[in-house]
């Protein structure tokens, strides 16, 4: 079944829109308070389409980012008890929040660093800041340095590999997407 195919087409196809920077900036700062899909997904085939504006892009990503960060702060800090803790129980993420309670208790700022840089929800992270009330700037220090580390990470590959690899991927998408599913099935099994 060729789904990644065609996935990968249409995703190609909107990443040289004329709006997709747009629709980036609204991705990347929701990815940071609620959405689950992150912004690399679009970010990198807009670079692979317009390698000489990685940069550009990178720091759009990492700019909406760090901004949708500061309200999941915000959110956190003021609206937990009457907005965020139902949500987080009707939705199934309440472990979740408290796991990462307990990772602030143990490495403070650097989880932010850790949550920005890496895979790790960084919502979870966001909103977890603003309820434990940390000081402001250095979570804002943190996810600065840690989204921007990874999304000039991502733009800078992309655009290093340029139209050889965008070939690589085009050729071998379903073979990448089918394995990405099956090793998210397979930890699924493993972690419940």
Do not use: C
Not at 82 to 110: D, N, R
């Amino acid at each position: 079944m060729k789904i990644f195919s065609a996935l990968y087409k249409w995703t190609m196809h909107w990443a040289e829109h004329r709006f997709a920077p747009h629709a980036l900036v609204v991705l990347t700062f929701a990815e940071s308070v609620f959405f689950p899909i992150p912004p690399d997904v679009l970010l990198a085939p807009m670079v692979l389409s317009k390698p000489q504006r990685a940069w550009h892009l990178a720091t759009l990503t990492t700019v909406s980012s760090v901004i949708g960060g500061v309200v999941g702060y915000l959110l956190g800090y003021m609206l937990f008890e009457p907005l965020i803790q139902p949500t987080l129980i009707e939705f199934g993420y309440m472990a979740k929040f408290e796991h990462a309670m307990a990772w602030f208790e143990q490495y403070g700022v650097w989880v932010v660093f850790l949550a920005g840089f890496s895979p790790i929800p960084y919502k979870v992270f966001t909103l977890s800041a603003g309820f434990l009330q940390m000081l402001f700037i250095p979570f804002l220090i943190a996810s600065t340095i840690g989204r921007g580390m990874r999304f000039f990470l991502v733009a800078g590959l992309i655009r290093w590999g340029g139209a050889p690899m965008e070939q690589k991927i085009r050729n071998s998408i379903d073979i990448i997407g089918w394995g990405l599913v099956a090793i998210i099935v397979v930890l699924y099994f493993i972690f419940q």
